[in-house]
């Protein structure tokens, strides 16, 4: 089973919509990273987050990190086209710099 | 000043061959990571450069070799190329420890 779990795995919304994406550890979270991809292209950092209770935004998106449950969110408000494509959460689950990462969620939205 | 870049961009290759992916880090990046990813995937570590030496390494056969150039600049070989072989490379470069910055990808396919 993937150490990193994402759901849900896609998702289509209505432009103007809300929407949350979740991921789980099986193991203890030290940090998490989300990225956005387009599709067939790199990676793109959003932000880190290392602190439990810690939420962070970037423009219209927010995460936050529960070290409790070993879970992540990432909220999208008000979405638009622009925020269509592949969302990834990955960690450091052994501290030594090799990335974990879940299986991502791709997310549409519809104009 | 330049992002993560890669080279080439594609590249097809028959099974049985060998292949030599490029990467230049950020400025002022020290470390270099590679991953693999596979369609509908989300990437998977092969292995970590860091003062020209492999720092860690993950679950990929000796057939995956690299090397980091005093530059910090990397190379990725794989060597007789399997059609599972076939997926995006995906170059990070980071310091030490810190947030990994990931470059546009080289598409390996292998007929």
């Known amino acids: 089973s993937q150490e990193l779990e994402q759901s849900p795995q896609s998702l289509i919304v209505q432009e103007g919509k809300n929407l949350t994406i979740n991921c789980t550890s099986s193991?203890?979270?030290?940090?998490l990273y989300w990225y956005k991809q387009k599709y067939g292209e790199g990676l793109i950092f959003l932000m880190m987050?290392?602190?439990?209770?810690e939420e962070k935004s970037h423009e219209k998106i927010t995460a936050k990190l529960d070290e409790k449950k070993q879970q992540s969110s990432l909220h999208i408000t008000a979405s638009q086209p622009s925020h269509a494509g592949i969302y990834l959460c990955?960690?450091?689950?052994?501290?030594?710099?090799?990335?974990?990462f879940g299986q991502g969620t791709e997310l549409s939205v519809k104009p | 000043d330049a992002g993560v870049t890669q080279s080439p961009t594609h590249l097809i290759k028959t099974r049985g061959q060998q292949v030599t992916l490029r990467c230049s880090p950020k400025?002022?990046?020290?470390?270099v990571s590679w991953y693999q990813q596979a369609l509908g995937q989300g990437p998977q570590f092969i292995f970590q450069?860091?003062?020209?030496?492999?720092?860690q390494r993950g679950n990929f056969p000796d057939r995956f070799s690299g090397h980091q150039f005093p530059n910090y600049s990397s190379e990725l070989n794989v060597n007789a190329l399997l059609l599972g072989d076939s997926a995006l490379y995906l170059c990070?470069?980071?310091?030490?420890?810190?947030?990994?910055?990931f470059g546009p990808g080289t598409r390996l396919t292998v007929l």
């Open positions: 193991k203890t979270l030290y940090g």
């Open positions: 450069y860091y003062e020209e030496e492999e720092r």
């Open positions: 990955g960690a450091d689950l052994n501290q030594g710099g090799k990335l974990i």
């Open positions: 990070a470069s980071s310091r030490l420890g810190d947030t990994q910055y």
């Open positions: 987050l290392q602190k439990g209770g």
């Open positions: 400025s002022g990046h020290d470390t």
